[in-house]
Each structure stands twice: as structure tokens, then as C-alpha cells.
């Protein structure tokens, strides 16, 4: 287990740049989900996979975001024409169907976006 | 719609001090609830769940009761140490059924210091 990771930790991009950032789940884990998080609140859900399945979409998804997970692997999320208030932590998480082990979700430290 | 408050932050304490962080929820249906935590710098952790009304979820010296009656499931922790100073989630996970299993709803979290 060697844990769920996001890359870059950290990005610094100008109002209207666009920027992907990519979420490795646990390799076994066929669930994943991404959460913004923003300053003092908690994490928000955005969407998330089963395997390639892109199953449930926020309204807090715009039409400027898409998320992809192309292989039920890794995944992408991508934010076009971004804004000042997209800055945000982005968080990914994965889990394993089955059982009771599909409530817990294993959380990536994030992504720090800040758009200036 | 789902919901979860927590008190408000930040909390400081001592070390060897009883901790208390307040969580109450408004839900349709069962939901199961949750505290995940977040050390600085670290990813959030799934700290405790308690699935149904009257359960008690409890790890590393923390518990929590689901309290449907007043739909709460507070934190305790008896004698808290440094090493627990970190941001605390109360969340929630609507009734079993549906693909959402993993969709959470989050409070906006509290912080916790403890001091030598």
C-alpha cells in the first residue's frame, strides 16, 4: 500500500491559464473521487469513478472542469479558463468496492492551486 | 439536504486534557457518520465510524456515539497528548444503496492544539 498520490503538491497559474492535475489511487482500488477543499471548510465533492466510469458529478462542477480516469487507473482533473476562486486544495481519494471496506476512503494530500 | 456543524475552532488545550469537539448533522434516511483527521501536512485519515444509532466508533483513545435522538456524534478523547494536535472532521455518508458510497458530506472542521 503505497498510498494514494497527486501531483504537482502545489500550482501557481494566472486567471484564465488552464491546469491538469493527475491523482495515482491505491493500485487495487477501482473507486475514486475528487474533493475541493477551500480555506476553513471542509472538503466538497466533485465527482467520482468506478474504474473508468465517471458515475456522479457535482453541481459545483462546472462546465470548465472535466475529470478522466481513462484506464480505471489514474486520473486527471482539469480546470480551463481558470478563476481566482478555483483556488483551492484539491483532494483525491480512492477506495475497494465489496464488503464493508468500500466506507473508507484513503485521501492523497492534495493539490494547492492558486490562481493569481 | 445533507448537512454536518461542528463547533467552532480553534480548540487549545493541554496535554493530558479531556477533548470534546461538538458534531451535529441533519440527514434523510440512516446515514453513517464519521471523524477523519488531518495531520499538518498529511492526507485526511479515517479516524472512527459508527454505522447505526447507538453505536460507538472509537480509535487511538477517541470515541464517538451516534446519537440519532439528537443527531449528534460528538468527539471525546480523555487525556489528550501533543501528537493529537491536528484538524478534525465530523462527516457523512448517506444510507446504504445508491453508487454514492464513497460521496461524503464534511463540517468544516476544528482545529485542535495541544500544549506541553
Known amino acids: 500500500d503505497t498510498g494514494v498520490s497527486q501531483d504537482p503538491r502545489h500550482k501557481i497559474t494566472k486567471r484564465g491559464q488552464n491546469v491538469t492535475f493527475r491523482c495515482d489511487p491505491i493500485?487495487?482500488?477501482?473507486?475514486l473521487y475528487w474533493y475541493r477543499q477551500t480555506l476553513g471548510q471542509g472538503p466538497e465533492f466533485l465527482t467520482y469513478?468506478?474504474?473508468?466510469?465517471?458515475?456522479?458529478k457535482s453541481r459545483l462542477l462546472s462546465d470548465r472542469f472535466s475529470a478522466e480516469r481513462p484506464k480505471g487507473s489514474f486520473s486527471t482533473l482539469e480546470i480551463q479558463r481558470t478563476e481566482q476562486g478555483d483556488s483551492a486544495m484539491y483532494l483525491c481519494?480512492?477506495?475497494?468496492?465489496?464488503?464493508?471496506?468500500?466506507?473508507?476512503?484513503?485521501f492523497g494530500s492534495g493539490t494547492q492551486l492558486s490562481v493569481l | 439536504g445533507n448537512s454536518v456543524t461542528q463547533m467552532e475552532g480553534p480548540v487549545t488545550l493541554s496535554e493530558e486534557a479531556f477533548l470534546t469537539i461538538n458534531c451535529t448533522y441533519t440527514?434523510?434516511?440512516?446515514?453513517?457518520l464519521f471523524w477523519y483527521v488531518q495531520y499538518p501536512g498529511e492526507g485526511l485519515q479515517l479516524l472512527l465510524k459508527?454505522?447505526?444509532?447507538?453505536d460507538k466508533g472509537s480509535n487511538k483513545g477517541f470515541e464517538a456515539t451516534y446519537r440519532k435522538e439528537t443527531t449528534s456524534f460528538h468527539l471525546e478523547k480523555g487525556s489528550v497528548q501533543v501528537s493529537d494536535s491536528a484538524v478534525y472532521f465530523c462527516?457523512?455518508?448517506?444510507?446504504?444503496?445508491?453508487?454514492?458510497?464513497?460521496?461524503?458530506?464534511f463540517g468544516q472542521g476544528t482545529i485542535l492544539t495541544v500544549h506541553p
Open positions: 462527516a457523512l455518508r448517506r444510507g446504504a444503496g445508491g453508487t454514492s458510497y464513497g460521496k461524503l458530506t
Open positions: 493500485s487495487e482500488h477501482n473507486r
Open positions: 481519494a480512492s477506495s475497494l468496492t465489496g464488503g464493508r471496506s468500500n466506507e473508507k476512503l484513503f
Open positions: 469513478f468506478q474504474n473508468e466510469a465517471q458515475l456522479e
Open positions: 440527514a434523510t434516511g440512516y446515514p453513517s
Open positions: 459508527a454505522t447505526k444509532a447507538d
